[in-house]
C-alpha cells in the first residue's frame, strides 16, 4: 500500500488553526507523524500542537495583513493607526502588558476556568476570506476582537462562543492531557477519544528532545564516571587524612570489591522493601493524568514501610545481629547495588523497546543505545500493579540511606568505646531522618516532581536510587565514624535552626506546589496570584513560588548546608553532598527552565519576568 505524499514538510511555515476557532496563524511544521497523520506545528510563543492536515493551510490561502507584514511586533506598536483601529487600541496589547494582565487572584482564575470554553494564543491571527465573511455577517463584535494584533502573549479568552465545542476534540495541545489543574477548562474525556489520545502519545514520544547531560558522549562519560566516583568516595572515607592532597587513594584488589554475602543481603533489604509496598495498607494516590489522559494509581503506604523497616532492624539489633557489617563491609555492598542496579537498567531497556508508544517518555528516544540506557526511555514501567520507578524512587535507596547512617552511628560507638553517638552524629543522624520520614510521610507529592512525571526510567534513576542515594549520601555520617568533630552548644543550635528554617521553606513550598497541582481551586489557595497558560495549567505567582523560581531547592539547600557543618572544615568530603546538591540543583533548574520554555511559551517568559531570580532571591 503506498502512502499519499506528506503535504507540508518539516521547516514549512504554513497557516494553523487554533483549537476551537476559525483563527489562523502563523506556524513553522517541526515534524508530521504518519501513523497518526498528525503534524506537530510550533506557534510564535513556543506553544507546540498537533493539527490535522486540514487544520492547516498554505499562507497563500490568506487575505495579506499590511499591518502585520514584515514588520517586527515593536514597530507595529509604535505605528500611528487609523482612526477607526483607535478603540481597540487599549486591548492592543504588548506581549508583556496581555500576560501581566492576566496574572489574576487564582480564586478569580479558578472561577474563570470553569467558564471556559477556549483558552487562545493571540499571534497575529489571519482568516481565510471565507471565514472571515461569514463572522463578518455572523460576529462582527467578535471578529473586531480577534482582528487585533498581539504577537506572543498567552491570553485566556472568556467569550468565546458555541463553535469551539465541536472543534476541540480534533485539536491535540500538546500536555493538555498530563495537565493536572486544567479540568475545567481543558480535560474533556467524552471529548477525545482513546484512540485519538494514544496517537498523540504515539508522536509525542516519536518526536525527538533535546539531549541532555552532554548527549551521546555525555552519556558514555556519565556511565563510567558515576559508579567510579561512588568507589572514589567509598575509599577515600575510609582513609585516615581523606584530603585531595592523597588523591587517588590505592586501589584494593579486585576481590576486595565482592562478597556474595553482601549480594544476598542486599537483595534481601530490596525483596523485604517490595513486600512492604504492596502490603495493601496506606493509600492509592493517583499520578498526574499522562498523555493518554490515564491515571496510574500508587500505593502510598512510604511511612508504614520506614516504621515497619525501623521496627525490624531494632529488633534485630536487640537479637544480637552486628549492624557495624554495613561499616565494614560498604565496598562490597556498594558493588553489590551497583550490580542490580545494572540489571535493573537492562531489563528496563529492552522493556522500553516493547513498549506501546504512549509509555514512553519523552526522551530516551535518541537512537543511541548508550544514551537511551542512561537516560531511560519507559516512562512508568509496572509489573502488574508494581511500578518499578517509584518503588525505588521512594523505598530501598531512601530507607537504605537511612539503615546506613544508624549503621554508621553504632560503628562510632564501637569504634570509640562511646555509650552513645556522638552529637554532630546524633545531628546527621535526625536530619536526615527527618528528610526521608517527610519525604515518605509526603509521598504522593513526589507524584508531581519531574522524575515521576516527565523522565523516563533508566540507568541514571536505577543507579541514583539504588547506589548513589544510600552509598554516597551517607558520606557525612561514614566519615563521622573515623573523624569525630565535637560541637559546642551554640553551633549546635545554630545548625539546628539552620536545618528547620531549610526544612520549613522546603516543605512549605513543594505541598503549595503539590496542592496547586492537584488541585487549582483550593479555598487555602485562594490567596496566591497565578498566571494562566495555554495548556491549561496556571503558574503560581506568588506565595513560596512567587519568591523564587525554586523554592523547594533553596530550602533544600539550606539543609544540606545544616548535614555538611555537623562534620566541620577540615576536609572537603563531607562537603561533597553539597557541592553536588549545588550542580545537581542547578542543572536541574536550567532543564526544567528549558521543558517549562517548551510547555507553556510566553506565560512562562512571564512568569520568568515577575519573579526574577531562580533559586536564591537577589542572588541566583
Ligand atoms: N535530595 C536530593 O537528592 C534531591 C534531588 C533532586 C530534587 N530534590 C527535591 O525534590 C523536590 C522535587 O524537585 P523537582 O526537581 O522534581 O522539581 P519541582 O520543583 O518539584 O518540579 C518542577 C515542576 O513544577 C512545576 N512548576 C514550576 N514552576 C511552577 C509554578 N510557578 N507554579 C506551579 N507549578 C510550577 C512545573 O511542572 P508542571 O507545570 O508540569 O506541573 C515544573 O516542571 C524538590 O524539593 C527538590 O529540592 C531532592
Ligand atoms: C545519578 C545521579 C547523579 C543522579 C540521580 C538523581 C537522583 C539520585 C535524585 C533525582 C531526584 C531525587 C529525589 C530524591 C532523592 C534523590 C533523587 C532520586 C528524593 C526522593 C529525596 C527525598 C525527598 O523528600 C524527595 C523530595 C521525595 C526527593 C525527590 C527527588
Known amino acids: 500500500m503506498t502512502m499519499p505524499p506528506v503535504k507540508y514538510q518539516r521547516g514549512d511555515m504554513v497557516m494553523g488553526r487554533w483549537p476551537g476557532s476559525s483563527l489562523y496563524y502563523e506556524v513553522k511544521v517541526l515534524a508530521f507523524d504518519s501513523k497518526s497523520q498528525l503534524y506537530t506545528v510550533i506557534y510564535k510563543d513556543g506553544t507546540e500542537l498537533e493539527l490535522k492536515e486540514q487544520d492547516i493551510k498554505s499562507t497563500a490561502g490568506f487575505q495579506p495583513r499590511s499591518r ?17 483601529r483607535t478603540t481597540r487600541r487599549s486591548s492592543s496589547r504588548t506581549a508583556a502588558a496581555v500576560a501581566a494582565a492576566a496574572i489574576t487572584d487564582s480564586a478569580v482564575s479558578s472561577r474563570r476556568d470553569t467558564r471556559l470554553k477556549d483558552v ?57 492531557k498530563d495537565d493536572g489543574d486544567a479540568k475545567p477548562a481543558e480535560t474533556r474525556p467524552e471529548q477525545l477519544e482513546e484512540k485519538e489520545a494514544k496517537r498523540v502519545g504515539a508522536l509525542a514520544s516519536t518526536l525527538s528532545t533535546p539531549l541532555d ?53 542486599v537483595i534481601l533489604w530490596i525483596l523485604f522493601q517490595a513486600l512492604l509496598y504492596v502490603t495493601p495498607v496506606g493509600k492509592l494516590s493517583e499520578g498526574m493524568p499522562l498523555r493518554s489522559g490515564e491515571r496510574l494509581k500508587y500505593r502510598t503506604n512510604g511511612f508504614f514501610a520506614i516504621v515497619v523497616s525501623a521496627i525490624t532492624v531494632a529488633a534485630a539489633v536487640h537479637q544480637g545481629v552486628d549492624l557495624t557489617y554495613i561499616h565494614s563491609h560498604f565496598l562490597q555492598l556498594a558493588t553489590a547495588s551497583l550490580l542490580i542496579s545494572i540489571l535493573l537498567s537492562v531489563y528496563l531497556y529492552i522493556r522500553s523497546r516493547y513498549a506501546a508508544p504512549e509509555q514512553l517518555a519523552l526522551g530516551g528516544n535518541s537512537g543511541n543505545v548508550v544514551y537511551d540506557f542512561f537516560k531511560g526511555h519507559e516512562l512508568n514501567p509496572r509489573i502488574k500493579n508494581f511500578d518499578l520507578k517509584f518503588f525505588c524512587e521512594m523505598r530501598p535507596g531512601l530507607i537504605g540511606w537511612c539503615l546506613i547512617n544508624f549503621a554508621m552511628a553504632l560503628a562510632e560507638m564501637k569504634q570509640h568505646g562511646l555509650d552513645a553517638p556522638s552529637n554532630s552524629m546524633i545531628l546527621v543522624n535526625l536530619f536526615q531522618l527527618l528528610y526521608v520520614v517527610d519525604g515518605l510521610w509526603n509521598e504522593e507529592a ?45 553551633a549546635l543550635a545554630a545548625i539546628v535552626i539552620l536545618k528547620l528554617v531549610g526544612f520549613y521553606i522546603f516543605r512549605k513550598s513543594n505541598s503549595e506546589k503539590n496542592a496547586f497541582r492537584r488541585n487549582p481551586a483550593d479555598p487555602r489557595l485562594s490567596h496566591l496570584k497565578t498566571i494562566p497558560t495555554a495548556t491549561g495549567k496556571s503558574l503560581l505567582v506568588s506565595g513560596w ?76
Not at 516527565?454 to 563521622?480: I, R
Request: glycine share 6%.
Open 68 to 84: 502585520s507584514r514584515s514588520r517586527s511586533p515593536g514597530r507595529r506598536r509604535s505605528r500611528s493607526r487609523s482612526p477607526a
Open 120 to 176: 487562545e494564543v493571540m499571534l497575529s491571527p489571519v482568516q481565510t476570506k471565507e471565514a472571515e465573511n461569514n463572522s463578518n455577517n455572523r460576529h462582527e463584535k467578535k471578529e473586531e476582537k480577534q482582528k487585533e494584533e498581539n504577537n506572543t502573549a498567552n491570553k485566556v479568552n472568556e467569550t468565546t462562543e458555541a463553535e469551539p465545542e465541536k472543534n476541540q476534540g480534533r485539536y491535540n495541545l500538546r500536555r493538555r
Open 213 to 265: 547531560f552532554g548527549g551521546k558522549i555525555g552519556a558514555y562519560f556519565w556511565l563510567l564516571f558515576l559508579p567510579a566516583w561512588v568507589f572514589f568516595l567509598v575509599l577515600q572515607v575510609n582513609r585516615e587524612d581523606p584530603s585531595l592532597t592523597n588523591f587517588p587513594p590505592p586501589l584494593p584488589p579486585l576481590e576486595a570489591f565482592w562478597d556474595a554475602q553482601a549480594l544476598g543481603f
Open 446 to 490: 513526589i507524584l508531581t516532581t519531574m522524575d515521576l512525571m516527565h523522565d523516563g526510567f533508566g540507568f541514571m534513576l536505577a543507579f541514583g536510587d539504588l547506589v548513589w542515594v544510600p552509598f554516597t549520601y551517607t558520606m557525612q555520617a561514614y566519615y563521622l565514624v573515623s573523624h569525630p568533630n565535637p560541637l559546642s552548644l551554640p
Open 545 to 620: 513560588w512567587g519568591v523564587v523560581r525554586h523554592p523547594n531547592y533553596l530550602g533544600d539547600l539550606l539543609m544540606a548546608l545544616a548535614w555538611s557543618l555537623p562534620c566541620g572544615f577540615s576536609h572537603l568530603l563531607p562537603w561533597y553532598y553539597m557541592i553536588y546538591f549545588i550542580i545537581l540543583l542547578v542543572h536541574r533548574d536550567s532543564r526544567d527552565m528549558s521543558d517549562c520554555r517548551r510547555k507553556y511559551g510566553s506565560a512562562w517568559d512571564e512568569y520568568c519576568r515577575t519573579v526574577r531570580y531562580r533559586i536564591i532571591p537577589r542572588v541566583y
